[in-house]
């Protein structure tokens, strides 16, 4: 079994590396995007007069964006839309016939695709995003703890997108689905604004989503300490939290993998 592991993990590096100009675009147009972040948050920071936003002096800010950004070079996935594909043209089944669990595999077939990413993608727009934002701002983080939350991340993200995923067994087309999941999911991560910046009432329902631990939580984990609505947390527990979201969307999955199997075997999609 760990050959074939092993054999899942290459075989995804390499295809990777075939489609490498549309990862090496990303380190354009990411940058990008950050500079826009920038310009914006140092004007709103300005029209304000306000020392601080939302917890985050402005300095905070910076960091805080420039975390966010090079998080989803580490943590991306469109295993949604490789699931729903499958089962739309029929070739799903071929998963079912193979010696490891297709979660198994598509988990580790992220590895893969996120290792080569690490290289193409993520080192170089780290140092992009360090000359924009100078680098004792990157050099004074808490790695350590941010290394601990981008496990999680990593982790929960790719249980996100097999749920989403695995609607297609039920939908006939989740194309909606997936493009209103596109849109709203940089604010449930707190990509574009910090979650603690929402309204109270808000931030008490997304601190027990698990959607904050995409970007939120590894971010603010930089920056050594973890609020949202009222609540502070230690680093142990955040990592308690993060257990705990892991497990029951790992339960979700499971039960959604096993009636979808059912499903499809039994009447076909």
Known sequence: MFELERNTII???KLSVAYRFSMIL????GPMFLVINLIMWRAIFSASGKETIGGFTLEQ??????VTLVIQFLVWDDGEQHIANKVKDGTFITYLLRPASYL??????KIGHRSVAFVIEFLPVLLVVTLLVGPQRLLAGHVGYLAGTLVMAFIIVYLIKAI?????????????ILMLYRVINPFLYGAFIPLSILPQAV????????????????????LGEYTLAGITLTP?????????????????????WH???KRFQGVGV
């Not at 527990?237 to 029951?248: D, P, S």
């Open 11 to 13: 075989t995804s590096a």
């Open 26 to 29: 990303s380190v354009l147009t």
């Open 61 to 66: 800010m910076i960091t805080y964006l420039a």
């Open 104 to 109: 198994w595999y598509a988990f580790l077939w």
């Open 164 to 176: 989403l995923g695995m609607l297609a067994f039920w939908l006939t087309r989740i194309n909606g």
């Open 203 to 222: 931030q008490k329902v997304v601190i027990f989503l698990p959607f904050q631990f995409v970007s939120y939580v590894p971010a603010r984990a930089f």
């Open 236 to 256: 142990l527990q955040v990592f308690a939290f993060g257990t705990i979201q892991i497990f029951i969307l790992l339960s979700i999955v499971i039960i959604m």
């Open 259 to 261: 009636a979808a199997v």
